[in-house]
């Protein structure tokens, strides 16, 4: 039987999961699902890990649900739709929120839920030839589970035509609209400036990374009060009095890499 999940960890405390049903497209099913909320949570928890980077098998990243799971579904009670609508809503939520880095590599079909996945990481590298959609409401459905991820990602106006249309669209038109942040030409050079961004992650102490997707999540959309102000306040003093920041400010002044540092 193929593990339809594959994950490693380096020696750098870089893990690599990678979407492994690339018969179907790595198109999402109960089990793909599971095993991806699994490895987001357990990855996150693992002092080990660095950073994860997250990229799928054979000739596609994700083509979205299987369609054979859809099948499926349409003949469930509202209580089975729902539950199984959750199961995927915290799957995206697990890596959401993942307190490690993450970057994901894309290539080939990338449609519905995999354009979620995109969404919820940190860093995205998609390949020239990649080819997107928010394909929902050619099947009578919508991004409903994805939304909050894909709207933060892309903002409300590109939602509002793509949601709608479920037109394709290529590499360059995600990274206009902000789905991604940088494109390559190829599979490999998607890989080599995945390694560019490690380096840089892994020159940065794991707590401070933490603690700033942490901030990222709390500060966003909020009005400049003084009750923000003096949380950032606080968040920025805590830091300063703790084992990094004193290590990061002894290393600055001694001219010498923190001990977190590792070579990529």
Known sequence: MVDTLLTSIDDRGVATVTLNRADVHNAFNDD???ELDNAFKKL???PDVRAIVLTGAGKSFSAGADLNWMKAAAEYTEEQNVRDAIALSDMLSSLNSCAKPTIVIVNGATFGGGVGLVSCCDIAIAVDDAKFSLSEVRL???PAT?????VAAIGERAARRYF???ER???AEALRIGLVHETAPSLQEAFSRAHLFLKNILAGAPGAQRDAKALIADV???TITSELRN???ERIAARRASTEGKEGLSAFLEKRKPEWSVDA
């Open 146 to 150: 994805i939304s909050p991820y894909v």
């Open 140 to 142: 009578g459905l919508t």
């Open 164 to 166: 709608l249309t479920a």
């Open 44 to 46: 996150g928890a693992d």
């Open 32 to 34: 793909l699902i599971w």
């Open 169 to 171: 669209f290529d590499a």
């Open 220 to 222: 966003k959309d909020r």
């Open 231 to 233: 949380d950032t306040a």
